[in-house]
């Protein structure tokens, strides 16, 4: 059984930070993070491939960094100067290519408000 464990959500000011982590059991091909805001469709914040190959969505670029540690099959999101709009549901999703099909797992989620 797959398993990707989330830490790191919480409550924080506008303009300040906080940092994601999802550690699986196993190694991924790719490891990312989505969010999703009440009333509003999951949506891609950003991800990267073992191979390094990082995609972030336009609205955090500049202010959020992804990052793994293959060792402990561990993906790190640095999240900078939070915005209110920042403020959903992260949920960390890993692929793994499996022996007849693509493998895609997700975690619980963990919850990020910005506010004042």
């Known amino acids: 059984q797959v398993q990707l464990v989330e830490s790191g959500g919480g409550l924080v000011q506008p303009g300040g930070s906080l940092r994601l982590s999802c550690a699986a059991s196993?190694?991924?091909?790719?490891m990312g993070w989505y969010r999703q805001a009440p009333g509003k469709q999951r949506e891609l914040v950003a991800s990267?491939?073992?191979?390094?190959?990082?995609n972030y969505a336009d609205c955090v670029k500049g202010r959020f960094t992804i990052t793994r540690d293959d060792a402990k099959n561990t993906v790190y999101l640095q999240m900078n100067s939070l915005k209110p709009e920042d403020t959903a549901v992260y949920y960390c999703?890993?692929?793994?290519?499996?022996?007849?099909?693509?493998?895609?797992?997700w975690g619980q989620g963990t919850q990020v408000t910005v506010s004042s």
């Open positions: 196993i190694s991924m091909l790719s």
């Open positions: 990267i491939t073992s191979g390094r190959l990082i």
């Open positions: 999703n890993a692929k793994k290519i499996l022996p007849t099909h693509m493998g895609y797992y």
